[in-house]
């Protein structure tokens, strides 16, 4: 099987794929809600301009369609940063190449110390996060790590650079569960000016990561676009075409959504493109309304005000407390943070608010509840 995304994926054009959102209707809109299986033509209407005045129609049958899956239970997760040494360039970043910043890689002694604090918070899933720098943080480290750590943790995934199958094979055999690979933005000409220099320039290859992944067998992908580098509603609508089409080629594949916006780091970049809460809200209703089985994911990136107000309307997993810095947590508190993260409460005060809003905090992966 030598057919991957690309050849769905060169089959769309941008522009005209803007215009076909922008052209839907209010009926079109009323058509996508009234319907119990939508398509990708119902994405549309539903990420569209038209679909505004129907945000609260849209947030209440997502709240239902979650409630009917996931019941009232919402999973915790958290990232470790293990490395913030890069050799891409990209304008996003506050791990960029051209960032005169203190690089580290934790070691293995390193590793340890931030597992146990983050065990005695009670996390049981943890994101593994990296830079792009194949000599320090390639296979061979990723796969010292998930073995250093796959006793403490019910589920491990990892955020870093993408691999060849093979190297996803290895790292499979090891331990590792689910593997987050975001395009960042689906614009070809767009995705180049902002990754000018290191392997992640290769739009193609990355494009074809969750390909490699499905084919090594993996158990989990997780997809998504960096709102604010292009228009988000077209990354919206190409990260749900490839959802589609990953859900057809790897069925036994589970899946994750999550939803980047653009945050204040080390260098800054302005969003091209401003999503407003409101534009975030309708894209979250948007992929349930898509597809009730996914799993949607909500990072400390946004307020305290924010996720309170999201986590019943379709999110299914959310980190909290995070470091984005590589030993953050316990053994270098202060070193330069990834990005800035915008909820900065506790474990236990997340958890409180959840419990709050009449949610029950699930500590592994869904994959145990399903």
Same mark, same amino acid.
């Given at each position: 099987?030598?057919s991957?995304?690309?050849?769905?994926?060169?089959k769309?054009?941008?522009e005209?794929?803007?215009?076909s959102?922008?052209?839907?209707?209010?009926?079109d809109v009323?058509?996508?809600?009234?319907?119990?299986k939508?398509?990708?033509?119902?994405f549309?209407?539903l990420?569209? $301009?038209a679909?505004?005045p129907?945000?609260e129609?849209?947030?209440?049958?997502?709240?239902m369609?979650?409630?009917?899956r996931?019941g009232n239970?919402?999973?915790m997760?958290?990232p470790?940063y293990?490395?913030n040494e890069c050799q891409?360039?990209?304008?996003?970043c506050g791990?960029?190449?051209?960032?005169?910043? $203190?690089?580290?890689?934790?070691t293995?002694?390193?590793?340890?110390?931030?597992v146990?604090f983050?065990?005695?918070k009670g996390?049981?899933?943890?994101l593994?996060v990296t830079?792009?720098?194949?000599?320090?943080?390639?296979?061979?480290y990723?796969?010292?790590?998930?073995q250093?750590?796959k006793?403490?943790f019910?589920?491990?995934?990892i955020e870093v650079?993408p691999l060849?199958r093979?190297?996803y094979?290895?790292?499979?055999?090891?331990?590792?569960?689910?593997?987050?690979?975001y395009?960042e933005?689906?614009?070809?000409?767009e995705?180049?000016?902002h990754?000018?220099?290191?392997?992640?320039?290769?739009?193609e290859?990355?494009?074809e990561?969750?390909?490699?992944l499905?084919?090594?067998?993996i158990?989990?992908?997780g997809?998504?676009?960096?709102?604010?580098?292009?228009d988000?509603?077209?990354?919206s609508?190409?990260?749900?075409?490839h959802l589609r089409?990953l859900q057809?080629?790897?069925?036994k594949?589970?899946y994750s959504?999550s939803f $980047?916006?653009?945050?204040?780091?080390s260098?800054?970049?302005?969003?091209?493109?401003?999503?407003?809460d409101?534009?975030?809200?309708q894209?979250?209703?948007?992929f349930?309304?898509?597809?009730e089985?996914?799993e949607?994911s909500m990072?400390?990136?946004?307020s305290?005000v924010?996720?309170?107000?999201?986590?019943n309307l379709?999110?299914?997993?959310i980190?909290?407390e995070?470091k984005?810095?590589p030993?953050?947590?316990a053994?270098?508190p202060?070193?330069?943070e990834q990005?800035e993260?915008s909820?900065?409460?506790?474990?236990?005060?997340?958890?409180?608010m959840?419990?709050?809003?009449g949610l029950e905090?699930?500590w592994k992966?869904?994959?145990?509840?399903?």
């Open positions: 099987m030598n991957t995304f690309i050849n769905t994926f060169n769309y054009n941008w005209e794929t803007l215009a959102i922008n052209s839907k209707t209010s009926l009323e058509r996508a809600l009234a319907t119990d939508r398509n990708l033509e119902d549309k209407a990420i569209s $301009p679909a505004k129907f945000l129609q849209m947030a209440q049958k997502s709240r369609l979650t409630k009917k996931f239970t919402i999973q997760y958290v470790m293990l490395s891409n360039i990209c304008t996003y791990f960029s190449l051209t960032n005169k910043i $203190p690089r580290r890689t934790l293995d002694a390193e590793i340890l110390k931030e146990t983050l065990k005695n996390y049981d899933h943890i593994l830079g792009e720098a194949n000599k320090t943080v390639g296979v061979n990723i796969n010292n790590a998930i250093l750590i006793s403490q019910s589920n491990i995934t650079q060849d093979e190297e094979e290895v790292l499979i055999e090891s331990g590792l569960y689910a593997v987050l690979v395009q933005t689906y614009h070809k000409e995705y180049k000016k990754h000018p220099k290191g392997k992640k320039s290769n739009f290859y990355r494009l990561t969750p390909d490699r499905g084919k090594a067998g158990h989990k992908i997809l998504g676009a960096l709102f604010g580098l292009e988000w509603r077209v990354d609508f190409f990260t749900a075409l089409y057809k080629t790897y069925w594949t589970k959504i $980047p916006r653009l945050r204040p780091h260098g800054g970049l302005e969003p091209k493109v401003e999503m407003t409101a534009d975030l809200v894209t979250i209703c948007a349930r309304l898509l597809d089985d996914v949607l990072s400390t990136r946004e305290e924010f996720r309170n107000n999201i986590v379709g999110i299914t997993s980190s909290a995070s984005t810095n030993g953050g947590y053994v270098e202060q070193s330069l990005f993260i909820d900065e409460r506790s474990t236990e005060e997340v958890v409180s959840l419990k709050k809003e905090v699930v992966d869904w994959e145990h509840f399903s």
